[in-house]
């Protein structure tokens, strides 16, 4: 019986090892997917939060020139590309944070109307009854 218990306790753990090791591709596949999901929703969370920051810094910037940007200042200003400044004066034009306007030279100019000095802000007055 010994020699019987020992041929069957011993074992060199190759098979033991494969079905452990061996994860079945369906759960593979499912763990891809998994975190392929979880990296695009923190792509595009990222992208917002990025969006976000964008229009604070052109504002900031806005602010600092009066209220009057081009393109390429905020490009200058700022870490972003003529391409990513364009693209985020134009949104913030399209959602009548700026106007638009085009200088004698022909040069586009961007103002925000809604930045104005505290001493401007301290002579506003309620609006009149129509």
């Given at each position: 019986m010994r020699g019987r218990q020992g041929g069957r306790g011993r074992r060199t753990g190759r098979s033991q090892g494969k079905n452990m090791s061996c994860t079945p591709p369906p759960i593979q596949l499912f763990n891809l997917l998994f975190s392929l999901i979880q990296a695009l929703i923190q792509k595009l969370l990222g992208r917002q939060i990025n969006e976000q920051e964008k229009e604070k810094v052109v504002?900031?910037?806005?602010?600092?020139?009066?209220?009057?940007?081009?393109?390429?200042?905020?490009a200058?200003?700022?870490s972003l590309s003529l391409e990513e400044s364009k693209?985020?004066?134009?949104?913030?034009?399209?959602?009548?944070?700026?106007?638009?306007?085009?200088?004698?030279?022909?040069?586009?100019?961007?103002?925000?109307?809604?930045?104005?000095?505290?001493?401007?802000?301290?002579?506003?007055?309620?609006?009149?009854?129509?």
């Open positions: 504002l900031k910037i806005a602010n600092e020139k009066n209220g009057h940007l081009t393109i390429a200042e905020v200058m200003d700022t693209t985020v004066l134009e949104k913030m034009s399209a959602d009548g944070v700026a106007e638009l306007q085009i200088t004698d030279g022909g040069s586009l100019v961007y103002v925000f109307t809604g930045l104005i000095s505290e001493e401007e802000k301290a002579t506003a007055k309620e609006p009149l009854l129509r």
